[in-house]
């Protein structure tokens, strides 16, 4: 792994990555926010950069890594740190493992499933999942996450929150949904302060969320032993929200 030891960002994309549709200079910045997330994130949560591990973070999750944007960002910020690369694409784990040696684990659609291990994570970083999970599906995850962070680690994740909602309501991104898509999302989110709405033709749980800052609060305080650390607006890539949250000793 030399281009870790000489503190260089691996620039290798998989041949499936599909999210550099705006651009090698936006996909890049994509993962640079994230990692300026993180660290906004850790220092909120009261972590230092004292001794040799940056913010004393040894261990990190990233799911879903999908085919890297953000865990080459990771490998760069924490060069020394055992990172577990997750995801339901396996071809995306592989390419993690093998790219920026990342440990290697397949995800489940029932996050009870997902088999990384438990009490062991400095870090979790969550990076627009729950802006795509129906709202019964957030304890769940949330839980999942929780019983993954070591006490005191911390997780980071994302929303689609008020900007969110501003773009939906004046069409100016279509989140892969139609004009009906786009009103009935900024409706819910109005009327309940949480929105999702599926992809067309998709039977799972995934489509597109949108979520009120308070609506996303009250699901963290739900669940035991997690708690609410930092909401920053729109701080990843000037769009989605970033909660920060640390479990309790």
């Keep these: 792994m030399s281009l870790v030891a000489e503190n260089?960002?691996?620039?290798?994309?998989?041949?499936?990555?599909?999210?550099?549709?705006?651009?090698?200079?936006?996909?890049?910045?994509?993962g640079q926010s994230a990692l300026d997330c993180v660290h906004e994130g850790l220092r909120a949560a009261g972590k230092t950069t004292i001794g040799a591990a940056p913010f004393g973070v040894k261990t990190i999750l990233d799911l879903p890594c999908g085919q890297g944007r953000v865990i080459r960002y990771l490998r760069l910020g924490f060069p020394e740190a055992e990172i577990?690369?997750?995801?339901?694409s396996r071809e995306g784990v592989d390419f993690c493992a093998e790219t920026f040696d990342a440990v290697p684990v397949y995800s489940r659609d029932e996050p009870e499933e997902i088999p990384v291990r438990r009490d062991y994570y400095d870090l979790v970083w969550v990076g627009?999942?729950?802006?795509?999970?129906?709202a019964d599906m957030w304890n769940r995850f949330l839980t999942a996450f929780r019983s993954a962070l070591k006490p005191g680690g911390v997780l980071i994740f994302t929303t689609h929150g008020r900007l969110a909602y501003e773009y939906m309501s004046t069409k100016a991104f279509?989140?892969?949904?139609?004009?009906?898509?786009?009103?009935?999302?900024?409706?819910?989110?109005?009327?309940?302060?949480?929105?999702?709405?599926?992809?067309?033709?998709?039977?799972?749980?995934?489509?597109?969320?949108?979520?009120?800052?308070?609506?996303?609060?009250?699901?963290?305080?739900a669940v035991d032993g997690l708690r609410l650390v930092q909401h920053a607006e729109h701080a990843w890539d000037n769009h989605q929200d970033a909660f920060t949250c640390q479990r309790d000793n």
Aim: with cysteine; net charge negative; proline share 1%.
């Design 8 to 30: 260089k960002l691996i620039e290798t994309l998989s041949p499936h990555e599909r999210m550099d549709f705006a651009g090698l200079q936006h996909y890049f910045r994509v």
């Design 84 to 88: 577990t690369a997750c995801d339901t």
């Design 128 to 134: 627009s999942l729950f802006t795509h999970l129906d």
């Design 174 to 221: 279509h989140y892969g949904h139609d004009e009906r898509g786009l009103e009935e999302l900024a409706r819910l989110y109005e009327q309940a302060g949480f929105g999702h709405v599926h992809y067309t033709g998709h039977n799972s749980y995934y489509g597109t969320s949108i979520s009120r800052a308070d609506w996303v609060v009250d699901r963290i305080r």
